[in-house]
T-cell receptor, first 114, second 112 residues
Framework: NAGVTQTPKFQVLKTGQSMTLQCAQD?????MYWYRQDPGMGLRLIYY???????DKGEVPNGYNVSRLNKREFSLRLESAAPSQTSVYFC?????????????FGEGSWLTVV | GNSVTQMEGPVTLSEEAFLTINCTYT??????LFWYVQYPGEGLQLLLK?????DKGSNKGFEATYRKETTSFHLEKGSVQVSDSAVYFC???????????FGQGTRLTINP
């Protein structure tokens, strides 16, 4: 059971380049999320998709766009990468928004912008 | 707003020592509480959770009790192993991952 799969695992970009992080889940979950993890700050929510066909901004959406391609896939795009976007990115999913639900995370994508 | 404060790290212990990582929270309403673990080079894994006051979550020898009176969810383990070396995150949510708030993480190193 693959769970939540993210690609790529590592990427180095030059300032101004664009790229897309891919995420897929095989648990038939309705809700999917993108977080970034920075040292000493825990994880912060970038964008989420509560259900197929909807997307909403999280705490730190500036500089990012997302696409909920279908129920399985949720991609994060950096249109013009900046050094401040150097971070570890995590995709997550849950069956539906709910206080006690288990949230499943991918293994992370390490992005460096030079 | 909701917030989580974790014991600052890093924490270094010897194998078989007793572990406590403190976590306190501020929240309106009645959130669920979680501990996540991140092993080197890996994503976050749910370690345990508690969804209401006085619930005890447990897994892999770790335990945490949801204490509403002290707004705490401290993580404990009676005898740690080298394989427990990781970063531990306390988190809360009152509405799933949309409102999942993390502490800053505590890096734990266990020496043989």
């Amino acid at each position: 059971n693959a769970g939540v799969t993210q690609t790529p695992k590592f990427q180095v970009l030059k300032t101004g380049q664009s790229m897309t992080l891919q995420c897929a889940q095989d648990m038939n979950h309705n809700s999917m999320y993108w977080y970034r993890q920075d040292p000493g700050m825990g994880l912060r929510l970038i964008y989420y998709s509560a259900s197929e066909g909807t997307t909403d901004k999280g705490e730190v959406p500036n500089g990012y766009n997302v696409s909920r391609l279908n129920k399985r896939e949720f991609s994060l795009r950096l249109e013009s990468a900046a050094p401040s976007q150097t971070s570890v990115y995590f995709c997550a999913s849950e069956s539906a928004p709910g206080a006690g639900n288990t949230i499943y995370f991918g293994e992370g994508s390490w992005l460096t912008v030079v | 707003g909701n917030s989580v404060t974790q014991m600052e790290g890093p924490v270094t212990l010897s194998e078989e020592a007793f572990l406590t990582i403190n976590c306190t929270y501020t929240a309106t309403g009645y959130p669920s509480l979680f501990w996540y673990v991140q092993y080197p080079g890996e994503g976050l894994q749910l370690l345990l959770k508690a969804t209401k006051a006085d619930d005890k979550g447990s897994n892999k020898g770790f335990e945490a009790t949801y204490r509403k009176e002290t707004t705490s969810f401290h993580l404990e383990k009676g005898s740690v192993q080298v394989s427990d070396s990781a970063v531990y995150f306390c988190a809360l949510s009152d509405r799933g991952a949309q409102k999942l708030v993390f502490g800053q993480g505590t890096r734990l190193t266990i020496n043989p």
